[in-house]
């Protein structure tokens, strides 16, 4: 089955203009992550979204990054006045709700790759 | 917060031999360890996965062993083949409750390069 999808794939931007990255979950999975993967860092959490809950946005680096979740599925994280230390790898992943308990199994997608210049 | 270890940061092997890489963790309440593969150009491919209630896990040439006692666990890859060849990230969750919850803190990878 289709597994999360990511776009664009590559995307090229100066600095201090907005970038808008999207996700598409694993049909059927209420849980969404987006993490980053930069050289320095390795991969570090950002944010998570389950259901209708409140997200948990302690990863947030700045406030220059929000996320939102649509209708429960699409994902879009939106990064303000880009940095150079934003170039990354940004990776979202999804799981399942089973039986009212989150499955811990999250399944990533390509990422997008971000370079600012 | 928890904070994950990974040793070593690049491992080469001759195919056929085993290949072991090993985490720490340092929040005794984490439950989860999963094990990924990252490929160049790719997402982190979930390979195998340990729960804090077993000591070991076996799937076909890859094995994964837990001691949380030590908060230790590590990856066990026998037969290794060049197509092993990938980054590898352990990871672990903390036990379910308040916003840790289901938020993977990774280990800073191992390059494994399996030579023909």
């Known amino acids: 089955g289709a597994g999360v999808s990511q776009s664009p794939s590559n995307k090229v931007t100066e600095k201090g203009k907005d970038v808008e990255l999207r996700c598409d979950p694993i049909?059927?999975?209420?849980?969404l992550y987006w993490y980053r993967q930069s050289l320095g860092q390795g991969l570090e959490f950002l944010i998570y979204f389950q259901g209708n809950s409140a997200p948990d946005k302690s990863g947030l680096p700045s406030d220059r990054f929000s996320a939102e979740r649509t209708g429960g599925s699409v994902s879009t994280l939106t990064i303000q006045r880009t940095q150079q230390e934003d170039s990354a790898v940004y990776l979202c992943?999804?799981?399942?709700?089973?039986?009212?308990?989150?499955?811990?199994?999250?399944?990533f997608g390509p990422g997008t790759r971000l370079t600012v210049t | 917060g928890e904070n994950v270890e990974q040793h070593p940061s690049t491992l080469s092997v001759q195919e056929g031999d085993s290949a072991v890489i090993k985490c720490t963790y340092s929040d005794s309440a984490s439950n989860y360890f999963p094990w990924y593969k990252q490929e160049l150009g790719k997402g982190p491919q979930l390979i195998i996965d340990?729960?804090?209630?077993?000591g070991e896990k076996k799937d076909q040439r890859i094995a994964v062993t837990l001691n949380k006692t030590a908060k230790h666990f590590s990856l066990h890859i026998t037969e290794t083949q060049p197509e092993d060849s990938a980054v590898y990230f352990c990871?672990?969750?903390?036990?379910?409750?308040?916003?840790?919850?289901?938020?993977?803190?990774f280990g800073q990878g191992t390059i494994l390069t399996v030579h023909p």
């Open positions: 340990i729960r804090s209630n077993v």
């Open positions: 049909s059927g999975h209420t849980a």
């Open positions: 992943a999804s799981s399942l709700y089973i039986g009212g308990q989150l499955s811990y199994e999250q399944y």
């Open positions: 990871a672990a969750i903390p036990r379910a409750g308040g916003t840790s919850y289901g938020k993977l803190t």
